[in-house]
T-cell receptor
Framework: EAQVTQNPRYLITVTGKKLTVTCSQNMNHEYMSWYRQDPGLGLRQIYYSMNVEVTDKGDVPEGYKVSRKEKRNFPLILESPSPNQTSLYFC????????????FGSGTRLTVV | GQQLNQSPQSMFIQEGEDVSMNCTSSSIFNTWLWYKQDPGEGPVLLIALYKAGELTSNGRLTAQFGITRKDSFLNISASIPSDVGIYFCAGQVNYGQNFVFGPGTRLSVLP
């Protein structure tokens, strides 16, 4: 089944403790992206990647890092999480053109205390 | 950057009623998408639109690409409880560019 898989689904952590949220897709998509969703703010893009070893900042990149060493994986790294990064995170992927839109993962709910 | 506005922000309707929502932008888009997000899940693509004036249906859902290319509309006919969720529009200026997402319309269906 074609899908985007995120792990974990739920995570509670403490301020300053580095964490990684993994994202993997099995559709051979070139494009991958991370979003955060907060009440009333919709989906805001954090980082995106047009292909392996190519990453760019989205609208809200501060406090986040990403890497794209393989086509299928696009992990999101929070080096020193803070409470304002408590949010619902989504990974998405698509063909380069985006013609059929993005396929989203099921989300990771992160709480930083 | 480009921004999309969605209207209404939220709506409560009775089961069986028809629903209309829209998405507007100050920019011209080449592609419009409509997504639905069920509670606790990621958004799922409902309809994709590629030409100004295009009208496309997916079951009880119908979406239109506005003539000005600055707006799009989504209608749901004869709503049912499983229509509950958040509906997002997304626009793309040119192929290969990032999609811009609207803030969403939250739909509640009362039995």
């Amino acid at each position: 089944e074609a899908q985007v898989t995120q792990n974990p689904r739920y995570l509670i952590t403490v301020t300053g403790k580095k964490l990684t949220v993994t994202c993997s897709q099995n559709m051979n998509h070139e494009y991958m992206s991370w979003y955060r969703q907060d009440p009333g703010l919709g989906l805001r893009q954090i980082y995106y990647s047009m292909n392996v070893e190519v990453t760019d900042k989205g609208d809200v990149p501060e406090g986040y890092k990403v890497s794209r060493k393989e086509k299928r994986n696009f992990p999101l790294i929070l080096e020193s999480p803070s409470p304002n990064q408590t949010s619902l995170y989504f990974c998405a992927s698509s063909l380069t053109t985006g013609l059929r839109g993005y396929t989203f993962g099921s989300g990771t709910r992160l709480t930083v205390v | 950057g480009q921004q999309l506005n969605q209207s209404p922000q939220s709506m409560f309707i009775q089961e069986g009623e028809d629903v209309s929502m829209n998405c507007t932008s100050s920019s011209i888009f080449n592609t419009w998408l409509w997504y639905k997000q069920d509670p606790g899940e990621g958004p799922v693509l409902l309809i994709a639109l590629y030409k100004a004036g295009e009208l496309t249906s997916n079951g009880r859902l119908t979406a239109q690409f506005g003539i000005t290319r600055k707006d799009s509309f989504l209608n749901i006919s004869a709503s049912i409880p499983s229509d509950v969720g958040i509906y997002f529009c997304a626009g793309q200026v040119n192929y290969g560019q990032n999609f811009v997402f609207g803030p969403g319309t939250r739909l509640s269906v009362l039995p």
